[in-house]
């Protein structure tokens, strides 16, 4: 597991770690990350933008008894909307060394790529992403994801790939940078607590972190019979509009639904309006893959909001 100290390889990790053997791939230490240690985890500190060394660590993985599958989920990605080298250097150079070597050296038989809705461009109001969107997005990180898809395809022949496609995934401590930016402004005292950009009706479909290990258990489980290449959706059905969001939270803080300020998004601060035009979906549903379905939870609103009080206290 390359990414194995991140967001979703540290839960992926607890979720895998009593039924799998496991080399998680990173460029922090497990202490440094919080990563879980356990008997059947080994760890390699490595980036897999340094193809030598990388090399060397998937030579040690292969000796000590190779792996089955690879799940890849190294990547960079930041909220600022700017064009960073290292979309470059690791999601498609590192990605690069990383099939390579997979060929050369591990021969996994499968190899599952961590993609993401927001690899398609934001659909027409009233469509929906599917499995069969393509990734279409003009965003730097949207096009890093989109050749990264493409390249699995020049590995057909030496191992099956699946392309998970993940939502906003967050936690109960918020670990999602936007959504941790909306509570914090809607339930605070700031001049702008009230404001909402357009009618309010721009969306993300936010999973909780939980799911992701649920998504995976059901898809190791069924890795067999998913036909090559195939996308994955690690979403739930729909998306949550901010201004829905801004009621449940004002509901849950204050006691009653405050009512926002829509304001026109030509007058928003560039903020709102880069969220909107990167991230989020106007009016869309977007579906878990058929065949891997699972009821999703709803947004735990008390220990979120709880949560980004408590960060100031
Ligand atoms: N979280 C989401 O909401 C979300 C949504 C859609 C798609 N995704 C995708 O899911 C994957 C995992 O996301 P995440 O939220 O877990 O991301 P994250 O918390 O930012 O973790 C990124 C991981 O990639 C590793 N990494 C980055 N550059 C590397 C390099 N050059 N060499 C080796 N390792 C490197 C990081 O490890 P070190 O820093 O220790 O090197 C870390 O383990 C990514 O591909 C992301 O694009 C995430």
Redesign the pocket.
Known sequence: M????????RHLLDTLKDTHRIFG????SQAH?GAPVHPNISWFQ????DRERLAAAFRSVAEGGGAELLIH?????DFTGERHPEYQR?NVD?LRNVLDLCRSVLHPGHFVF?S?V?ACACPRAGAALTEASPADGKHVYSVSKRIGEAMLAEYGRDFHSTVVR?A??FSDWCE?APLFSFLGTWLSSAWNARILGGKGLSAVPYLHIREVGRLFRLLLDRLGGLAPGEVVLASPDGAVDHLTLFREATLCYYGYRRRPLLVPRVLCGPGIRAGNRNFFFTHSHVYCSSGLRGDTETIPWSSLILFIHSSSW
């Open positions: 390359t990414g194995a100290s991140g967001f979703i390889g791939m990173a460029r922090r990350s490595v980036d897999i933008g989920l190294a990547a960079h990605y690791t590192g961590a993401s927001a993940f906003a995934l999602y």
